[in-house]
């Protein structure tokens, strides 16, 4: 069984935050683009900068090699 900090514990809920804070500021405005903006910005913050550099990579790679994919960042509203 894995045991974590305090800090640990703080850090991953700080982030559960941001997340739900930017979907109810942001995900109720109207146009695909924004919301797909609110997506990517929720993502960077649950899965931390280095993280969601990596996934990125891997997501526009897919399964037929680079650039399969692009992903797409959104409009911020």
């Known amino acids: 069984m ?3 900090t305090e800090e640990e ?8 935050d941001k ?3 930017i979907i109810s500021d942001y995900g109720g405005i109207d146009g695909g683009h924004h919301k797909q903006w609110v ?3 929720v993502l960077k913050t649950l899965m931390g900068a ?3 550099q990596k996934w990125l990579v891997a997501y526009n790679n897919g399964e037929d090699g680079p650039d399969t994919y692009e992903w797409d960042h959104g409009i911020a509203p």
């Open 2 to 4: 894995m045991t974590y």
């Open 9 to 16: 514990i703080e850090a991953e809920s700080n982030k559960i």
């Open 19 to 21: 997340a739900v804070e």
């Open 39 to 41: 997506l990517d910005q």
């Open 50 to 52: 280095s993280v969601y």
